[in-house]
């Protein structure tokens, strides 16, 4: 992540006085954290996506998720869609310091020169440079502030509801502003009954767990999974009506252990990380919606019909077929059946409650 690390680099000359105070928006792994921090008397990490925080964690940094108080500089990583990064950007100018410095750094094919434009329109002046097909730019608060720009940006990403599908949104969710015709498609061909517990996996803001909620009143739990908090906080707020009924977890589908001993499961998987498509993830997070069921359980999922998950089906359960192919999607659903495939311990076990396990897959 080249821009990431010339950002950070960067930022050695930015910090001068061992009290000053940082934060890193949209924040990323990487050992220069370290350098960063011993610099700085205070630095505030904020990142939203479960994975990132994980990485952070594990080079000993908490993630906060709101930014707070005031700075003398900010650091700012751009997100994939735009307008979310200039809610962040004008976000960051109301939060430092007069003469405090916003710092930001992108790919040129990612929109560099957009956004060092935005910010020369919000802060008046910036100074940047280029190296390895990136741009470092940077601004300081002072009187030529636009304030009227940085509030109208700060409400444009704030989270309400959307008219495009009637739920609570923001930009910077997948398909934020208007249902995804795969999720539309993907409601249309499930059962007509659903019932007992279910997981959306990686529910994004809760348009299959809204609209499967109103329409099958038999289930009694439902789990929604999803690795972006910002999303999962508008999907709790967009199924309130039902909270006795719905456990929210703000889990890595990937990496984190998920719900078990499953009715169903409802998955709409990505296939991207950041800019570049990542069709093994879809594929891990497949065969862990496939360990969550129980016996007879069944997965309802939605792909675009180029992505090869079928392998996985294939290795993981008893039966799986494409229920439709159209509008280039296809829904597929599969069942782990009573006696599923496995390559060990085929034998019945059951734990202290008498429970029967379910088989484990390697």
Request: with cysteine.
């Amino acid at each position: 992540m080249p821009a990431t690390q010339l950002l950070y680099q960067a930022t050695f000359d930015s910090l001068h006085d061992k009290t000053a105070r940082a934060a890193i928006m949209n924040a990323h792994a990487d050992l220069r954290l370290k350098e960063i921090s011993k610099q700085c008397d205070q630095l505030t990490i904020l990142q939203h996506f479960k994975p990132a925080c994980d990485e952070l964690l594990r080079l000993g940094f908490n993630c906060s998720h709101n930014l707070e108080g005031e700075f003398d500089l900010i650091l700012l990583i751009p997100s994939k869609n735009k307008q979310q990064t200039l809610g962040w950007m004008a976000d960051a100018m109301s939060h430092l310091v007069d003469g405090g410095k916003l710092l930001m750094a992108c790919a040129n094919n990612h929109g560099a020169k957009s956004y060092e434009s935005a910010l020369k329109k919000l802060a008046g002046s910036v100074s940047s440079s280029s190296k390895s097909k990136c741009r470092v730019f940077s601004a300081r608060k002072t009187d030529t502030l636009d304030a009227e720009l940085t509030a109208q940006w700060i409400s444009n990403v704030r989270s309400g509801v959307i008219e495009g599908h009637g739920l609570i949104s923001q930009p910077g969710l997948f398909s934020w502003d208007r249902a995804d015709i795969g999720s539309q498609l993907l409601l249309q061909h499930l059962p007509d009954a659903l019932f007992g517990t279910g997981m959306d996996l990686c529910c994004g803001y809760g348009f299959l767990s809204v609209n499967i909620l109103k329409s099958h009143p038999d289930i009694d739990s439902l789990h929604l999974v999803e690795a972006d908090r910002l999303a999962l906080e508008c999907a709790e707020q967009n199924i309130q009506i039902w909270q006795n009924k719905v456990k929210p977890h703000w889990f890595d589908a990937v990496t984190d252990p998920l719900p078990l001993k499953l009715d169903w499961v409802v998955c709409n998987p990505p296939f991207h990380s950041g800019q570049s498509q990542d069709v093994p993830l879809g594929q891990t997070i497949i065969a862990n919606a496939c360990n969550s069921l129980k016996r007879n359980g069944k997965l309802y999922m939605v792909a675009n019909r180029k992505l090869a998950y079928e392998a996985v089906l294939d290795r993981m359960l008893m039966e799986h077929h494409a229920v439709v192919q159209e509008q280039g999607f296809k829904i597929i659903e599969a069942s782990r059946g009573a006696n599923p495939r496995t390559k060990q311990r085929p034998a019945q076990t059951t734990n202290e409650e008498g429970w029967d396990y379910d088989y484990e897959y390697e």
